[in-house]
Nanobody
Framework: QIQLVESGGGLVQPGGSLRLSCVASGTIFSRYVMAWYRQTPTKGRELVASIMDDGHRTYADSVKGRFTISRDNAKNTVYLQMTNLKPEDTAVYYC???????????WGRGTGVAVSP
């Protein structure tokens, strides 16, 4: 079973940048669809970005043009580069992995991002 460990969260001022990383272990990473979700007490959990095993990317409208998802299959790692951060980006960010041929997914424990002056 795949294990996911996120890192890179922290406190940043509005307009700043952060890069989140998620390292996967225990499986053939390249065959997985990888995604980043975020969760807040008011909005619940929402999809931020995903990247397919073929490299196709999708983004939530709220982050288009500011966030970039990428993957390095050699390092079993997926990244979320976040720029021009806004206070409404404050959330716990979770890494998600799903085999491309399955609906079953796995979650990391999350990393917190706080955007505040």
């Amino acid at each position: 079973q795949i294990q996911l460990v996120e890192s890179g969260g922290g406190l940043v001022q509005p307009g700043g940048s952060l890069r989140l990383s998620c390292v996967a272990s225990g499986t053939i990473f390249s065959r997985y669809v990888m995604a980043w979700y975020r969760q807040t007490p008011t909005k619940g959990r929402e999809l931020v970005a995903s990247i397919m095993d073929d490299g196709h990317r999708t983004y939530a409208d709220s982050v288009k043009g500011r966030f970039t998802i990428s993957r390095d299959n050699a390092k079993n790692t997926v990244y979320l580069q976040m720029t021009n951060l806004k206070p409404e980006d404050t959330a716990v960010y979770y890494c998600n992995a799903r085999p491309s041929t399955s609906t079953m997914s796995s979650w990391g424990r999350g990393t917190g991002v706080a955007v505040s002056p």
